[in-house]
């Protein structure tokens, strides 16, 4: 199926308003979530935390101001529906234009440096920045992409492990245990903990990283791995850790694991945190320019 | 846990009085200080070009937008992880009489010591919630080091800052890294109920 003329440039535009709305408009799920772990927080200081992250939520929605100051790393997540006709190259141009319009119109803050010389081109991008995931979606006619503004409080605790087969799941849930009370109040908890398991060392970390994006109230899909995700969030949120670390009820929102198969000698586990905002937002574009989005 | 609402900049016994838990609002300037103004003050030797005696120093990069030479409006100010931070708190409060280091997660035992012994504290900003934080702000007075953007010193006028909690006091108290020492003494008894000792 071929693409409407100019939907480059529509790429571009929605990808500008990705950036820009998923700093306002926190995931609705999210929101629900804080409120519920707001009602239930019985210490004082957590609820005076938990009112301020609520107070922040709604002037992000109503006075549609940005509700945290981090930009964070420009992360999107591309799946090509396999009917489309598309130019990856054009593509992924237009996404970085996308990001450099929101950061330059709105403006954002520039968060994105050399990794030496710590040269800012104040673009929000920079080598390989962007960062830009492709995958593609079977009998699909839609580009389908999920932003997230990766915050650094959070994504300074990411930490993966090479474990041996014989440290079997017993080690990997004391590596994520261990991991997220390492962290304490640094990625701004109550976290969602997203988990990799298999793989190797990067795909590994990857997983991780998009199971932070998954909506909240989904489980893995087979029960043993769902099962997990609810031992290592019981366990979580009995350390007390509570919001901005400060003590309190709820540490994590959820535990999300992704999976892969892995090397007979392999054990791989990777822990990316994403902070209590959990900012995403998704675009669905369809060849003949028809928008539509959501989170 | 008591409430307490002071000008800057501070005084020590202001800062005395204060324990970990209790409720802060400043109004006044706070300076906006992070990694790389502070690695240029302290790695590169460029002293501050800014008086911090009795300072309120707030860990942040803000969001700005540019309103003509050297000028700024707030898009989004919020605030930045501490820790990144530990190794300047010495210098800052030895050299410098910096009276309030305000900023997110906390800081370490030896800069709780440090804090302790200089007469200074650590205000936990919520972090994350730069929305309500941007609105206590009258104005963005001056910006020192614009070449570091947007790791410049910000000097920012507030009013009502807060509530902030007082993460680390002069009496030995460190909420966060106490929160924290529990923790890990819960997971070693979690982790030995899960089978795994």
């Known amino acids: ?33 804080i409120q519920r772990a707001a009602a239930t927080e019985t210490k004082e200081v957590a609820k005076r935390i938990f009112s301020h992250y609520l107070e922040s939520i709604a002037l992000g929605r109503e006075k549609k101001m940005i509700v945290c100051q981090d930009t964070g790393i420009p992360i999107y997540w591309v799946e090509i529906g396999g009917n489309l006709r598309i130019d990856g190259a054009q593509l992924g141009d237009a996404i970085v234009r996308g990001t450099e319009r ?81 962290a304490g109040p640094k990625p701004c908890p109550p976290t969602i903990v997203g988990v ?25 899909p087979d029960p043993e791995i769902a099962a997990l995700e609810a031992e290592l969030l019981d366990a979580i949120n009995q350390t007390g850790i509570g919001p901005q670390g400060l003590g309190g009820n709820t540490t994590a929102l959820a535990v999300h694991i992704e999976t892969a198969w892995t090397h007979i000698t392999c054990n791989p586990v990777a822990v990316n945190m994403q902070c209590w905002r959990a900012e995403r937002r998704r675009a669905k574009i369809w060849a003949d320019g028809r928008v539509e989005e959501g989170y | 846990m008591a409430e307490f609402r002071f000008p800057t900049p501070l005084n020590e016994s202001d800062v005395r009085q204060l324990r970990v838990g209790d ?8 300076f906006g200080v992070r990694d790389g103004n502070l690695i240029r ?19 942040t990069a803000p969001n700005v937008r540019k309103i003509g030479p050297g000028k700024y409006e707030p898009v989004s100010v919020g605030t930045t ?12 409060l030895r050299d410098y009489g910096v009276r309030a280091i305000l900023g997110k997660g906390g800081l370490s ?14 205000l936990s900003v919520t972090g994350g ?69």
């Not at chain 1, 003329?5 to 950036?19: K, Q, R």
């Not at chain 1, 580009?143 to 017993?170: H, Q, R, T, Y």
């Not at chain 2, 035992?109 to 650590?122: F, I, N």
């Open chain 1, 102 to 182: 929101a950061t330059r119109e709105h403006p954002l803050r520039s968060s994105i440096v050399s990794p030496i010389k710590r040269e800012n081109r104040q673009t929000n991008s920079g080598e390989r920045i962007p960062i830009i995931h492709y995958d593609f979606g079977r009998d699909s006619d839609v580009l389908d992409i999920l932003f997230m503004p990766k915050g650094s409080g959070s994504e300074n605790m990411s930490f993966m492990k090479m474990l041996i087969p014989a440290d079997g799941v017993k080690g990997v849930k004391r590596f994520v245990l261990e991991q997220v009370v390492g």
């Open chain 2, 109 to 122: 035992q030896q800069s709780a010591a440090l804090m302790q012994h200089y007469g200074a504290v650590y």
């Open chain 2, 81 to 92: 992880t501490s820790m990144r931070m530990d190794r300047f708190t010495e210098g800052l």
């Open chain 2, 129 to 197: 919630a730069a929305a309500m934080e941007t609105l206590q702000i009258e104005e963005i007075e001056k910006v020192y080091w614009e070449d570091l953007m947007p790791e410049c010193i910000w000097q920012i006028r507030f009013k009502g800052f807060g509530p902030m909690t007082v993460g680390i006091d002069t009496h030995g108290g460190n909420l966060q890294h106490e929160v924290q020492a529990q923790a890990q003494q819960k997971t070693a008894e979690l982790l030995r109920k899960m089978g795994i000792g």
């Open chain 2, 41 to 59: 003050v302290f790695d590169r030797g460029v002293a501050p070009p800014c008086d911090w005696r009795g300072a309120a120093l707030l860990h």
């Open chain 1, 196 to 220: 990799g398991i298999g793989g190797s060392s990067d795909l590994c970390m990857t997983l991780a990283k998009k199971a932070t994006a998954r909506p909240l109230g989904t489980r893995h």
């Open chain 1, 1 to 33: 199926m071929e693409v409407r003329a100019n939907f480059y440039d529509l790429v571009e535009s929605v990808c500008c308003d990705l950036y820009i709305k998923s700093l306002k408009e926190i995931p609705p799920d999210i929101v629900d979530a």
């Open chain 2, 23 to 30: 409720a802060v609002w400043l109004d006044g300037i706070v």
